[in-house]
């Protein structure tokens, strides 16, 4: 049982550096420069009909504040170390609840957290100001990102001190930025494997269910939320071990244009009667790739990059916290499968994995989906329009990758045989003796 917070120290209120767990207080305001503001595009935004929410489109989260960030992959390439199970990460200390200093004395991360949940077990109220050192237990734990992309508490004189100052088509940024990661230390989900997979995703989600229950409280009833992996440097990733994000948007302004266009699709698709999830053969199975209990994996017919995958439940779920107990034990064994499948044909292992949900508060028709994309680098056409170049065919790619998860599912079952047979061996062996 975790220790009594009288026992467990803490940062004082006052000496919570600006923006730091998105604090902003009369204690470490200053001036505008580095207050993070959700900035909308006026020429590629507008206003949403018959909706209390007022806009969609592109809009920019500007947060100098993540300039703070460590860059352990920087590190790692300026001092090479090969990572192991002992390497210090910058979440170590948040995990054991204890500092971690490199060999030339300074401070790899921070014992000091806001934690959510340590599990699916809540911890501090989301809209906490106490970070302390926690001790932990659980076997993946949910926390608030340190140096996030938008305010999480700030005082209210001081909020319409800002607000009055704001320039056009900006407001504050407001919102909850959360970290989820694995007790165990890992780079992706091959590595992480099928049981701290589904430990880091009923983290994620009791975390996030948290969140917008407690922003409800607050009023703030119509709540984006866009859960999504880095990992590796190359699309984004500062620390190594893999963890999850989220971002909760609790601006209640509107939401981006690519969920609009979800939403508008899915919308259509109601009216028809007609899930595109639930029913399409995807190029008559030509662009499937495997079939579970309750997942589907296939290529996308519009891929933004190479070996563009997408992944849904075969039922129909609106959010990810609606997943059964079985639902998410089978995504749990499928995520890592397909990182290895993808490893094995060479793809690029620099992904993200976007979880692409029902914002929260909307009553919308949805079908929840994965998608996994590889890191490529992107040309100016492409930059210019909602549209991408792609040099390998869906067919092509589900073809290949139909073959790679067929070896990972024989290298499994013979690793499964061989150990099964071991201990009769050496009964044999013992007897012959």
């Known amino acids: 049982m975790p220790p009594p917070k009288s026992f467990e120290p803490k940062i004082e209120f006052e000496q919570i550096p600006f923006m730091h767990w998105g604090i902003i207080s009369h204690f470490n305001f200053s001036n505008l420069r580095n207050v993070p503001v959700k900035r909308w595009d006026p020429l590629s935004s507008t206003a949403l009909e018959f909706s209390t929410m007022k806009q969609y489109g592109h809009y920019t989260y500007i947060s100098p504040v ?250 129909h779920v609106q959010r990810f916290d609606d997943l059964s107990e079985e639902q998410l034990e089978d995504l749990s064994n499928f995520l890592p499968n397909i990182s290895k499948a993808l490893n094995a044909e060479g793809v690029e292992p620099n992904r993200n994995v976007i979880l692409n949900t029902c914002p929260y508060g909307y009553h919308s028709y949805f079908h929840i989906f994965l998608d996994i994309i590889p890191y490529e680098t992107v040309g100016g056409a492409e930059m210019a329009d909602d549209m991408r170049v792609i040099r390998t065919s869906p067919h092509v790619v589900a073809e290949q990758m139909r073959k790679a998860m067929k070896r990972v599912h024989d290298a499994d079952d013979a690793q499964f045989l061989q150990a099964s047979t071991e201990p009769e061996q050496g009964m044999d062996q013992a007897e012959s003796r």
């Open 66 to 315: 993540r300039a703070e960030r460590v860059d352990q992959y920087k590190t790692r390439q300026e001092r090479p170390v090969e990572p192991h199970p002992d390497f210090i990460d910058a979440f170590k200390g948040t995990l054991d609840g204890r500092d971690y200093f490199d060999e030339y004395g300074k401070k790899i991360g921070d014992a000091f957290s806001i934690t959510i949940c340590d599990g699916e077990n809540r911890v501090d109220e989301p809209f906490s100001v106490d970070p302390r050192i926690r001790q932990t237990h659980e076997r993946a734990i949910t926390f608030i990102n340190k140096y996030p992309a938008m305010v999480r508490v700030i005082e209210p004189e001081i909020k319409t001190y800002i607000e009055r100052l704001l320039e056009e088509n900006s407001k504050l940024a407001y919102g909850v930025n959360l970290i989820t990661t694995s007790r165990e230390y890992g780079e992706n989900l091959a590595q992480l494997g099928p049981a701290n997979t589904k430990a880091l995703f009923k983290s994620l989600f009791a975390g996030i269910k948290y969140v917008v229950e407690e922003s409800n409280k607050k009023g703030i009833l119509l709540i984006p939320v866009s859960p999504f992996f880095n990992i590796g440097h190359k699309v984004g990733g500062s620390v190594p071990r893999l963890h999850a994000q989220a971002y909760i948007d609790l601006s209640q302004d509107g939401h981006g244009a690519r969920m609009e266009n979800m939403l508008k699709s899915f919308g259509a698709m109601q009216k028809s009667g007609n899930c595109h999830l639930c029913n399409s053969t995807h190029d008559d199975g030509r662009r499937a790739i495997e079939r579970s209990d309750y997942w589907l994996l296939f290529a996308t017919g519009s891929p933004i990059r190479n070996f563009h995958l997408r992944l849904t439940p075969r039922a």
